[in-house]
């Protein structure tokens, strides 16, 4: 079968639609920016993973 990739994710709220969706991979700022190949590679070489961090609230979110 195919695999569904989501490029340009930036919130968790996209995130969350896609994962309710079932979409396979999903990529964007919400996960990293933009890395320099040789970075990248050294993750590849380390078996690293990029850190997950949740984004912080909007402030007007916060007032509700």
């Keep these: 079968g195919k695999k569904v990739v989501a490029e340009g994710v930036e919130t968790e709220a996209q995130a969350a639609i ?4 079932r ?6 700022y919400l996960y990293s920016p933009p890395l ?3 970075q990248f590679a050294r993750l590849l070489r380390e078996d690293r993973r990029l850190a997950y ?6 402030r007007a979110a916060l007032a509700d």
């Design 36 to 38: 320099p190949a040789e």
């Design 53 to 58: 961090v949740p984004p912080v609230p909007h």
């Design 23 to 28: 979409c396979d991979m999903i990529q964007g």
């Design 18 to 21: 896609l994962r309710r969706m």
